[in-house]
Every structure is written in structure tokens, then in C-alpha cells.
């Protein structure tokens, strides 16, 4: 059944999870992690199940990103040939993440995501040059080789999952391709636009998207990514590394919480 809204939402609710979407949709723009703004605030809305908070939420960052990607591309100019595969790969696997997302809980993987953010936080303090020129690992085949398997992995992730692909992109296209943030930030919009809506392909035909609500959501987040895009292409690369910074440890702090509240409380408890 298609809904447009929530039953139990309020105007109060609604301006708070618009203003999270806004500001959701700048941090997605320069460096990802969005979601860890925008999905919490979903879930404050009475009645509203994770799953149907998921979708809505989906539908919301396609707006974003794309706004953010095109923002980006005017910009900065990058260079479609790896982007565009790594988006298609991206699309397919997330569509096949989403499939299966009910099957496997979420607190299996949390704990070895945030293992995996502290050693990406770790790695990037320790070389400050990481990411400031593009030095391209790879050339040829091998580079869009090693660009479609980080697709497909991440993509699916989004899929499954979702906290911090925006930064997980960054972060591979730094560290594995050579790009520097602000080229690694192009991309990746490209690639993320593409997961959330191989996401969104799922759970529109079942129905869990508030479409209401998600073109709001998607109205917010265009005007933040626009601005978020612009402003990171004028900063340019050791500003999105900082940002990055930050937002891993956000992501974290986040996500180390509900590793504790989910496994380890209850045992001391």
C-alpha cells in the first residue's frame, strides 16, 4: 500500500526532520555520513517502522545526491569513464543488498564496521599528504578492475545497511584509486546517487516508502547537497579531509553506542 504520510506525524516532527534532511543533505555532499543524520530523525516519527524509515529515507538522498553530483561534476569535471561503471555495478549490488537486508540483522555487522571506521580514522591521521594530489594506484584495466569490485562491495553495503557509504567511497578512492578528497567526492556522489536508488528499487514494489514525506525530505536535501557540493569545491581537498575526519568519528561514536547497547549492556546488565 502506497502511503504519502505518516498517521502519527506532527508539524513539529516535520520541521525537525526537515532540518535534519537540510543539514544531512550539506555533510552527504562533502564527504557522506548524511545518513546519520537524516535516518535517527526519521525514526522519531510516531508509527513509522525501520524499514519503512529506511525506504523514505532513500528516496530523500537519490534527491541529494544527485543534486550533489551534478553540483560537483559542473564544478570539478570528473572523469566519467571510472565513475559511471562503478555507479552501474553500484546500482545492481545494492538492489541485491536491500533483498536481502531482512535476512541478516544489523547488529552482525556494527561491530566490525566500527573496527573498520577506526582503522580508516587511524590511517588517515597518520598520513596527512593522503588524498591532497591525485596519484593514480592504478592504470588502465587494473584501475577500473579494482574501481568496479569497490562498486560492488560497497554498493551492496549500502544495500544491506548503509551507515557511512558516502564515506567509505571517499575513503577507497583515496586510498586504493589515488584521488585526491576532492575528485574522490565527485565520484562518489555519482556512485551513491546510484546505490540509493538500486536501494530504492526494492522497496518501492513493497511498498514501505511515505512518498509524501521522502519528496520533502528529497526538496531539503537537494538544497542542502547544493550547497554542501559548492561549498566543498571551493574549500577544495584538506577541507573535505578534515570533514571526513569528523564525520568518521561521528560515525564511530554512533555506531559504537549501539554495538555496546545491543551486545555488551545487556551482558553486564
Known amino acids: 500500500m502506497t502511503e504519502l504520510l505518516p498517521e502519527g506525524l506532527t508539524t513539529a516532527t516535520l520541521v525537525l526532520v526537515l532540518l535534519a534532511a537540510l543539514t544531512a543533505g550539506f555533510v552527504d555532499a562533502v564527504v557522506g555520513g548524511g545518513g546519520l543524520i ?27 545526491t544527485s543534486t550533489s553530483a551534478l553540483t560537483y561534476y559542473r564544478r570539478v569535471r570528473p572523469d566519467l569513464r571510472t565513475a559511471l561503471p562503478m555507479a552501474g555495478l553500484a546500482l545492481a549490488s545494492s538492489f541485491a543488498g536491500a ?32 588524498g591532497e594530489v591525485t596519484a593514480l594506484r592504478h592504470t588502465g584495466r587494473r584501475h577500473h578492475g579494482v574501481a568496479a569490485a569497490l562498486g560492488l562491495v560497497i554498493g551492496f553495503y549500502d544495500g544491506i545497511l548503509g551507515p557511512g557509504t558516502g ?6 578512492m583515496v586510498s586504493l584509486l589515488g584521488y585526491d578528497f ?7 556522489k555519482i556512485v551513491n546517487c546510484a546505490t540509493n536508488l538500486g536501494a530504492l528499487l526494492f522497496f518501492v514494489p513493497h511498498g514501505s516508502v511515505f512518498w509524501g514525506l521522502g ?9 542542502g547537497g547544493y550547497l554542501g557540493a559548492r561549498t566543498a569545491t571551493s574549500r577544495g581537498s584538506r577541507f573535505i579531509r578534515i570533514a571526513f575526519l569528523v564525520v568518521v568519528t561521528a560515525l564511530i561514536v554512533r555506531l559504537g553506542v549501539d554495538v555496546w547497547q545491543e551486545n555488551i549492556g545487556p551482558r553486564l546488565g
Open 215 to 223: 519528496l520533502l525530505l528529497g526538496a531539503a536535501n537537494m538544497v
Open 182 to 188: 576532492l575528485n574522490a567526492s565527485a565520484k562518489a
Open 99 to 130: 533483498s536481502v537486508a531482512a535476512l541478516l540483522p544489523a547488529s552482525v555487522f556494527k561491530p566490525v564496521i566500527v573496527v573498520a571506521l577506526v582503522g580508516i580514522g587511524a590511517f588517515t591521521v597518520l598520513r596527512p599528504a593522503l
Open 38 to 64: 537524516q535516518l535517527p530523525a526519521l525514526l522519531l516519527v510516531p508509527g513509522i517502522s525501520p524499514v519503512q524509515a529506511l525506504a523514505t529515507n532513500k528516496l530523500g538522498s537519490v534527491f541529494g
Open 167 to 172: 564515506s567509505f567511497l571517499v575513503f577507497a
